[in-house]
């Protein structure tokens, strides 16, 4: 039988997706769709993700870069007739896509997401030097040379305006507490997994 | 006994030599001016920003900044939360929300900090900077301090994204704030009215999607000089980071000749409170506020 | 009556004192307006002012009162004497406040303020004193001709407010479409649930009461009189015949559904289940409470698909071309039956816009909480395929021409087709036409008839000289002022409520019948008292008719909006005052000019347009008459001055009742008359009319259209008479009209009419 506008992937979207009750609210106006910065650059902007949902297409959302386009700079949010929390339902199915597999190879947004996530949880803070040289690196070294090449301008500038501290890559900031701060992470994931039902 | 006092977040972007170290300059400055004192939370951590999620997902990030207000709420009790950053006081205010709309979200999040030996209350309020200087002083306050008015400087009032949206200052509009205007006339500056105010600078897809962000940018510098505008001011570390920094990226891109010095509010007010240049952290600056600091010579 | 008395005041309040010579305008009152008694007062508005018209009136005995004050908008209650006849000059919004206050505009403003004392006079002698109609009567009985929820809440109402009802309901019981409904939409906050039907409540609420008499298996087979004493035959199904009397009457006979049996492509007629939303509500009622069964084997419904917009909004001609305004949200709470049985089932509305009215906002949403799916698409086609269905649709946001292959039921949502009657005004307009001389719709109109095609029943069966229904607007529902008087039909004291009115919900029904029945209750007082109902409410004048000079050209009968006019044995008009709303446009109709009003007349406009002086053609002072609708454009002229929005001194305003009360000899008088140019100022008409009158503006531009023979005999220009078109919030593009007027006079010249 066929998918085709059942209910069953917008049931797992209600359950597994950051505010993801809210996908079968949205009215279709397409004032979000016609907000996003990075507009042009959508496959699908947020309203047709939204009815893809609710036509049953799992496979395509859940495959598309459009989630990752999004810059959280919530003009969806604050001009949507219905109030959907559109910014939260973006990073909430680039974040089940990211779980399930699915989300695009190479994927440079995701990357980073992952990269900074994984920079904050082991220090408790940003190494922001260590961040962006693992952004420059993360195609492999030959291109990471290239990249940080071309902005290295940029980075001696910053250095020089004493904003960005090359001793970080030797440690730098941090917090103390580390060892209550991975525990209380790792409990926070753990809740999170049972209850959105991620192994 | 300084006037006011606050639990202070500056957030990672504004450590010491962190990419907003002039921000956290300028705006320890120009509290010593107003006599607010700033009591940093011990041992705050990142609010995970806004591109945490893929990693993160959803209860993960809000016990980061349950985290940072159970500290503040034990740390600094009987005050306000302020963030400096846009995100980060966005991020602390949005999950302050979600638990208190969800009591499951509560008793989950005090599960996790209750691994780090910590509970959160909620009995503190999360507060940007800005609403601080606008709501508990107010811009005629604010002018009476004004020393060295920056008399024909006009300036672009640059709100962007997270300071303004979702939460934004009570009783201003998301497409048209108008209290960083009133700001920089309160401190003698001319604000330009110009259509790009709250555009968003690409935030941390600058980073990932540098092709795509930099149009964005482009746009606001543009609009910015178009209205007659020799400088930019925001409250937002990352809205600066961008704009600023990616100026040579975009000419290249672009074949465009910006050249606009990007600055804090807060190191407008310091130099219009008479204060030093380095005081504002003037030299923080990548493209040179020359006019700030001729003013801030004076 | 007593002799006449012309009694004239001119007042020097407002600024008029320093902006006029009052002395001068005085002696014009006297020496050219022949008024008996001539005063000047400072402030004639106030209690001195007040007491001196008074006192003359009383010990003078003035009959006529020429008031030289501000419009005669302004001031009503002081100036409303309804013992004397009287008229106003507007020297204050017509003169000093739309005209510059300088020193070169002195001359040619007293000039305008002096002719406006002139057609005040003169207007005034040609008026006499409105009688009222001593024979007025009423029945406090109100007729209401349908039996669902639009007529019960009608009749429910009226009894309420004290009147006694008469109720006709064609079928067996009350309830109308609503007895059909499994459950109705909600119309009690929150909004959010079907709700149980309201039938067996106002049914038994009717039953109990003493002033509702209840006539089932019912017809109204003739209806004939007129407000305050209508007279109706009902015919019941057992053959019997009585007659009621009534005041009023409220049609409210409901639709019908758009028969789904056109829409094969839609499956309808090709498997059992496909259903439209009546069907669907039979099936909820039978069920009664368990869940839905797949009609074609009473199988188990796991997926539902809605069709919104079944032979609704078709622009191809083929079905109706508007929108139900109601499908939408039943569609809404059938998808709820089935979603209250079991969430699982599947259930999706296909729709191209959702139109939810009044709180149909938070059903809407209501419904999506529970799950129904909403997704914008345009059905192409449905097909049957064993026990379920296969929808092919174009999903429009997706642009994804796709299907839903597994559809258990589907609902079409066809639209709602009034029960109004016949339509009667095919054949009027014919006649209209026939009457100015052109035969060609009535011979069209002859030729559709000769054909044994099914005729429609009508409903009412009046006996009106115009048709046995009431006139219809588009698609068939009745004519009533959508945008001032919505429940104002064409037909004085009879009503149309309900979706005969207009496409739309239960909720606005029951809202539209109250105000219906108001309205019938007004319209029962008012032809007890002999006035009229709006837009001139409260007037006592009516057409008087002199049969002598009567040519029987029926141009009154079928022209007059409100099919007040039937005709006499001997085929002569015969009016029916208390159907008349005082438009005059009988009067504008009449060739030879037997029809007029106490107050106005052919005599009074005649008079005021010869009373202004006309400079001859080399004064350079060119004389425009402007005859204004006192119901849009002359406020709006009024609301210019009172901005100060100046306009050419040249104009000359007459208020008129309705542009269709303008008779051509106006025209052919004040171009005799030396008249530079004439401005015919009135609402809009067509289809989305704002003319008070309904008709007025349209027939006085089909009269003004074959001016041109006029004026080609006089060999004068065409744009020496125009029409146009002014509404109410003109303020700044009226005198901008005037001006542009003015130079285009200006350009073609002076009228070589003048002096003859
Ligand atoms: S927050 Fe994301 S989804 Fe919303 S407008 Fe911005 S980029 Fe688009
Ligand atoms: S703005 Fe809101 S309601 Fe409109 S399409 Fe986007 S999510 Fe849906
Ligand atoms: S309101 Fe009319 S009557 Fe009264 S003073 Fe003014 S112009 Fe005269
Ligand atoms: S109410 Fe809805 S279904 Fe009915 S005609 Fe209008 S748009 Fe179509
Ligand atoms: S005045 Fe109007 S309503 Fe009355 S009879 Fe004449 S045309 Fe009809
Ligand atoms: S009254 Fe006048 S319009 Fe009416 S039928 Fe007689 S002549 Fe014609």
Redesign the pocket.
């Known amino acids: 039988m066929s998918e085709n506008y059942r209910n069953n992937f917008l049931k797992e979207v209600e359950e597994r997706v950051e505010e993801g009750h809210w996908v079968k609210?949205?009215?279709?106006?397409?004032?979000?769709?016609g907000s996003c910065p990075l507009g042009p650059h959508w496959a699908h902007p947020?309203?047709e993700i939204?009815m893809m949902i609710r036509a049953g297409k799992r496979e395509e959302v859940l495959t598309s870069d459009s989630m990752w386009m999004c810059t959280s700079c919530y003009n969806?949010v604050v001009?949507?007739?219905?109030k959907?929390p559109?910014t939260h339902i973006m990073h909430g199915l680039a974040n089940l896509a990211y779980r399930l597999g699915l989300s695009p190879k190479n994927q440079t947004t995701q990357k980073f997401a992952s990269m900074f996530w994984n920079n904050l949880a082991q220090t408790g803070r940003v190494n922001e030097l260590k961040l962006s040289l693992g952004m420059y690196f993360k195609d492999g070294f030959a291109q990471g040379i290239k990249n940080a090449m071309a902005m290295q301008s940029v980075g001696l500038g910053m250095v020089k305006a004493k904003r960005l501290n090359p001793m970080e890559l030797f440690g730098g900031h941090g917090i103390k507490d580390k060892s209550g701060f991975h525990a209380m992470l790792k409990k926070a994931r753990e809740i999170e997994d049972r209850r959105k039902n991620f192994a | 006994m300084a006037k006011k006092t606050y639990s202070f977040y500056p957030g990672c972007s504004s450590q010491t030599k962190a990419s907003s170290d002039n921000y956290l300059k300028s705006t320890n400055s120009m509290c010593k001016y107003l006599d607010i004192e700033l009591k940093e939370i011990p041992d705050w951590n990142c609010c995970g920003a806004s591109i945490g999620y893929a990693e993160g997902g959803e209860l993960p990030r809000i016990t980061l900044s349950a985290r940072n207000m159970a500290l503040s709420e034990q740390h600094n009790p009987g005050m306000d939360l302020v963030a400096t950053c846009a995100a980060c006081w966005l991020s602390t205010r949005e999950a302050k929300e979600r638990i208190a709309h969800s009591a499951q979200t509560l008793t989950e999040a005090n599960t996790a900090l209750a691994e780090a030996g910590l509970t959160y209350k909620g009995n503190q309020a999360a507060r940007h900077m800005a609403e601080v200087l606008v709501e508990d002083f107010g811009f005629d306050e604010l002018k009476r301090g004004v020393k060295k008015p920056l008399q024909g400087i006009k300036f672009a009032g640059y709100v962007g994204c997270q300071t303004n949206r979702p939460f934004g200052l009570a009783g201003e509009s998301f497409e048209n704030p108008k209290y960083l205007d009133n700001l920089v006339e309160a401190m003698g500056g001319e604000a330009v009215p110009y259509d790009q105010k709250v555009t968003c600078c690409g935030g941390a897809l600058a980073f990932s999607e540098p092709e795509k962000s930099q149009k964005q940018i482009k746009d606001i510098i543009e609009s910015a000089y178009d209205h007659g505008a020799e400088m930019i001011v925001t409250p937002c570390p990352l809205c600066q980071a961008n704009v600023e920094i990616y100026q040579g990226e975009v000419n290249k891109r672009f074949g465009t000749k910006f050249n606009i010095p990007v600055t804090y509010y807060s190191q407008l007010i310091t130099v219009a409170y008479g204060g030093t240049a380095a005081e504002a952290a003037l030299d923080g600056q990548l493209i040179r506020a020359t006019r700030l600091e001729e003013i801030a010579k004076k | 009556m007593a002799d006449m008395k012309v009694a004239a005041y001119i007042c020097q309040g407002c600024g008029l004192g320093e902006r006029l010579d009052t002395a001068a305008l005085a002696s014009v009152a006297k020496k050219e307006g022949k008024a008996a008694i001539v005063k000047e007062h400072a402030f004639l508005c106030n209690a001195d002012g007040i007491k001196m018209i008074r006192d003359d009136i009383a010990n003078e005995a003035v009959t006529h009162v020429m008031i030289g004050a501000c419009s005669r908008r302004a001031k009503t209650e002081a100036f409303g004497f309804t013992d004397v006849c009287v008229s106003r000059a507007n020297l204050r919004e017509g003169v000093i406040w739309s005209q510059p206050e300088t020193d070169e505009a002195r001359e040619t403003t007293q000039e305008m303020a002096e002719d406006y004392i002139r057609m005040g006079c003169a207007e005034v002698k040609k008026m006499t004193l409105p009688q009222g109609d001593p024979a007025a009567v009423t029945d406090r009985t109100l007729l209401v001709v349908g039996g669902g929820v639009s007529g019960m809440t009608a009749a429910l109402e009226a009894s309420k407010a004290g009147y006694k009802v008469v109720l006709v309901e064609k079928s067996g019981a009350l309830g109308g479409w609503a007895a059909k409904l499994h459950k109705r939409t909600p119309g009690k906050s929150p909004f959010k649930e079907p709700q149980e039907t309201p039938v067996a409540e106002m049914a038994a609420a009717i039953e109990a009461d003493a002033n509702i008499k209840v006539y089932l298996n019912a017809i109204t087979s003739k209806t004939g009189g007129a407000p305050g004493r209508f007279e109706i035959e009902i015919s019941t199904e057992s053959g019997a015949t009585v007659v009621e009397k009534a005041g009023a009457i409220i049609q409210a006979t409901g639709f019908e559904l758009y028969d789904a049996n056109k829409l094969p492509e839609l499956g309808y007629g090709q498997s059992a289940n496909v259903v439209d939303q009546a069907g669907l509500e039979a099936l909820a009622k039978a069920a009664k409470g368990s869940p839905i069964k797949r009609p074609s084997d009473g199988g188990e419904v796991k997926t539902v698909v809605f069709v919104q917009c079944a032979g609704q909004r078709d622009d191809s001609g083929k079905h109706l071309p508007y929108c139900s305004g109601s499908c939408c949200l039943t569609s809404v709470k059938q998808a709820m039956y089935f979603k209250e049985s079991n969430p699982d089932i599947d259930t999706v509305v296909i729709y191209s816009d959702l139109r939810m009215p009044g709180n149909g906002e938070d059903f809407y949403r209501s419904g999506q909480e529970k799950g129904v799916i909403f997704t914008k698409g345009n059905v192409s086609s449905v097909e049957a395929a064993g026990n379920q269905c296969k929808v092919n649709f174009h999903d429009v946001i997706l642009n994804d021409q796709t299907a839903i292959d597994n559809a258990d039921l589907v609902v079409l949502a066809t639209g709602q087709v009034p029960n109004s009657g016949v339509d009667i005004d095919t054949k009027l307009k014919a006649e209209i036409a026939a009457a100015g001389g052109d035969n060609s719709l009535m011979e069209a109109y002859s030729a559709s008839q000769v054909e044994g095609a099914v005729q429609p029943i009508s409903v009412l069966n009046l006996t009106y000289r115009q048709g046995p229904d009431m006139p219809q607007l588009k698609y068939g529902f009745t004519d009533s002022h959508f945008i001032c008087f919505p429940y104002e039909t064409r037909r004085t004291g009879i009503y149309s409520a309900g979706p005969v009115r207009r496409p739309m919900d239960m909720v606005q029904a029951m809202e539209d019948a109250t105000g219906a029945a108001m309205k019938a209750i007004q319209a029962i007082e008012n032809a007890g008292l002999g006035r009229a109902a709006h837009p001139r409410s409260g007037d006592l004048s009516y057409p008087i008719f002199r049969k002598e000079g009567c040519t029987q050209c029926k141009r009154c009968t079928v022209e007059c909006p409100f099919g007040a006019i039937d005709e006499d044995e001997q085929r002569f008009p015969l009016f029916n005052q208390a159907r008349c709303r005082r438009c005059g446009t009988c009067m504008g109709a009449c060739p030879v000019r037997v029809i007029s009003f106490e107050n106005y007349s052919v005599e009074t406009v005649g008079a005021q347009l010869k009373a202004v002086d006309v400079p001859d053609e080399f004064s350079e002072k060119p004389r425009i008459l402007i005859l204004a609708c006192e119901n849009d454009a002359y406020p709006a002229l009024d609301m210019a001055a009172m901005n100060r929005n100046v306009y050419s001194a040249f104009v000359r305003v007459i208020p008129v009742r309705c542009l269709g009360s303008v008779n051509t000899i106006w025209i052919n008088d004040a171009l005799s008359n030396g008249y530079d140019g004439i401005m015919m100022m009135g609402c809009k008409h067509g289809d989305d009319y704002q003319c008070h009158f309904v008709k007025g503006s349209e027939l006085a531009n089909v009269r003004m259209s074959k001016i041109g023979d006029t004026l080609k005999n006089m060999s004068l220009e065409e744009e020496r008479v125009s029409t146009f078109e002014v509404a109410i919030t003109d303020i700044e593009r009226v005198p901008q009209l005037i001006n542009d007027y003015a130079a285009l006079i200006q350009k073609i010249g002076m009228s070589p009419m003048k002096g003859f």
Do not use: D, K, T
């Not at chain 1, 609210?25 to 769709?33: E, I």
């Open positions: 609210m949205c009215m279709q106006c397409g004032v979000c769709a947020p309203q939204f969806c001009r949507c007739p219905r959907l559109i």
